[in-house]
């Protein structure tokens, strides 16, 4: 019987982000959604819609409000960012110098996103040939569907 085989040496934890390694990017990427959102959903919403930025109006123009004006709801939602980073870059391997230099957890995580999984066209076109290729499937010439054929297919 074939064996299922994870990439992944490390067990779930409460504590310690999931570790990529480069592979199987769609496994990590929902393991780290569910560990962040453990943690606080603000953070998970900084990597979302990217840093809060307090902002007041001077002279009918809004700027960014100086540090030690900021409330205290205002700091926690600015440091959600800082700790989004600090879990991201955490959670990598050699992976981290591709985003060592953002400015921003959104950034990081989209910059992975885009590295792994491709831009929204690209996504689409691979939708798109997999629909395609689905669809010109065909059994060929002397194949038969029986169940001893589906299960040397499995065991593949």
Same mark, same amino acid.
């Given at each position: 019987?074939?064996?299922?085989?994870?990439?992944?040496?490390?067990?779930?934890?409460?504590?310690?982000?999931?570790? %990529?390694?480069?592979?199987?990017?769609?496994?990590?990427?929902?393991?780290?959604?569910? %560990?962040?959102?453990?943690?606080?959903?603000?953070?998970?919403?900084?990597?979302? #819609?990217?840093?809060?930025?307090?902002?007041?109006? =001077?002279?009918?123009?809004?700027?960014?409000?100086?540090?030690?004006?900021?409330?205290?709801?205002? #700091?926690?939602?600015?440091?959600?960012?800082?700790?989004?980073? #600090?879990?991201?870059?955490?959670?990598? #391997?050699?992976?981290?110098?591709?985003?060592?230099?953002?400015?921003?957890?959104?950034? +990081?995580?989209?910059?992975?996103? =885009?590295?792994?999984?491709?831009?929204?066209?690209?996504?689409?076109?691979?939708?798109?040939?997999?629909?395609?290729?689905?669809?010109?499937?065909? +059994?060929?010439?002397?194949?038969?569907?029986?169940?001893?054929?589906?299960?040397?297919?499995?065991?593949?």
């Amino acid at each position: 019987m074939a064996e299922n085989k994870l990439l992944f040496a490390e067990g779930a934890s409460i504590n310690i982000s999931p570790m %990529f390694s480069g592979v199987n990017y769609q496994f990590w990427k929902v393991r780290m959604k569910i %560990f962040i959102e453990s943690i606080d959903c603000g953070i998970w919403n900084a990597i979302v #819609n990217g840093s809060f930025i307090p902002m007041h109006v =001077v002279d009918g123009v809004h700027v960014a409000k100086p540090f030690d004006e900021l409330t205290d709801l205002e #700091n926690k939602k600015m440091q959600y960012d800082c700790v989004a980073k #600090n879990i991201i870059t955490s959670a990598l #391997n050699l992976e981290f110098f591709r985003v060592s230099q953002c400015s921003s957890a959104k950034e +990081m995580w989209d910059i992975l996103e =885009v590295t792994y999984e491709g831009t929204t066209d690209v996504k689409r076109a691979r939708k798109h040939a997999l629909i395609q290729e689905y669809e010109l499937f065909k +059994m060929q010439p002397g194949e038969t569907i029986k169940k001893t054929d589906l299960g040397a297919l499995l065991l593949n």
